[in-house]
């Protein structure tokens, strides 16, 4: 299994919006909705803010949406606040195995 | 609600093996139907899936791994436990333990998602060296 591919980075003014993609193959991402999104703040765990593509667990932001596209995934992320800097790994579930993206770092500008 | 929290050596030589545990509290390891997971993330790089121990005792592993590991369950203590052995510098790492809520199915069984994992430990530092 490869990783997914994601952008080293991206970054955007407080109140924009951005968007970081995802990109497997259609034997993972573009196979099925298992696509997950992590946020990753500095020293601290992964915290799950999107699953099955676009659906967010309870307690996460409404400006944290999902899509998918073929074989490649994206993370919305709108109205940034500075809270939002983080690094953001996308994950895919295919075949009993996990696979992650490599991560982009978010700077909010 | 569930906590999970890793213990273990932060120090192991090379070619020896590394051993960790996984603790849960606030919940039941057996309540099923979760994939305990273990992830791991090299200095200053991505996340790294190093496998999972299902409520029914099976396990999958990450195929670069999977020589390597070993993941197992001890209900009674209400614990899981990865083993990594012949380690080497490539395997210092901070390790998470991590609860997989896994795929749903509809009311016809068939599979429509993933759940993700949803519970992390902290994290706990491995260092591989002599």
């Known amino acids: 299994q490869s990783a997914l591919t994601q952008p080293a980075s991206v970054s955007g003014s407080p109140g924009q919006s951005i968007t970081i993609s995802c990109t497997g193959t259609?034997?993972?991402?573009?196979?099925?909705?298992?696509v997950s999104w992590y946020q990753q703040h500095p020293g601290k765990a992964p915290k799950l803010m999107i699953f099955?593509?676009?659906n967010r667990p309870s307690g996460v932001s409404n400006r944290f949406s999902g899509s998918k596209s073929g074989n490649t995934a994206s993370l919305t992320i709108s109205g940034l606040q500075a809270e939002d800097e983080a690094v953001y790994y996308c994950s895919s579930y295919t075949s009993s195995v996990v696979v992650f993206g490599g991560g982009t770092k978010l700077t909010v500008l | 609600q569930v906590q999970l929290q890793e213990s273990g050596p932060g120090l192991v030589k090379p070619s020896q093996t590394l051993s960790l545990t996984c603790t849960v509290s606030g919940g039941s390891i057996s309540s099923g139907g979760y994939y305990w997971s273990w992830i791991r993330q090299h200095p200053g790089k991505g996340l790294e899936w190093i496998g999972y121990?299902?409520?029914?005792?099976?396990?999958h592993y990450n195929p670069s791994l999977k020589s390597r590991v070993t993941i197992s369950v001890d209900t009674s203590k209400n614990q899981f436990s990865l083993k990594l052995n012949s380690v080497t510098a490539a395997d210092t790492a901070v390790y998470y333990c991590?609860?997989?809520?896994?795929?749903?199915?509809?009311?016809?069984?068939?599979?429509?998602?993933?759940?993700?994992?949803?519970?992390w430990g902290q994290g706990t530092t491995v260092t591989v060296s002599s």
């Open positions: 121990i299902y409520d029914s005792g099976s396990t």
């Open positions: 099955d593509v676009s």
């Open positions: 259609s034997s993972d991402v573009g196979a099925y909705n298992y």
């Open positions: 991590a609860r997989d809520k896994g795929v749903h199915y509809d009311f016809w069984s068939d599979p429509i998602g993933y759940y993700g994992m949803d519970v």
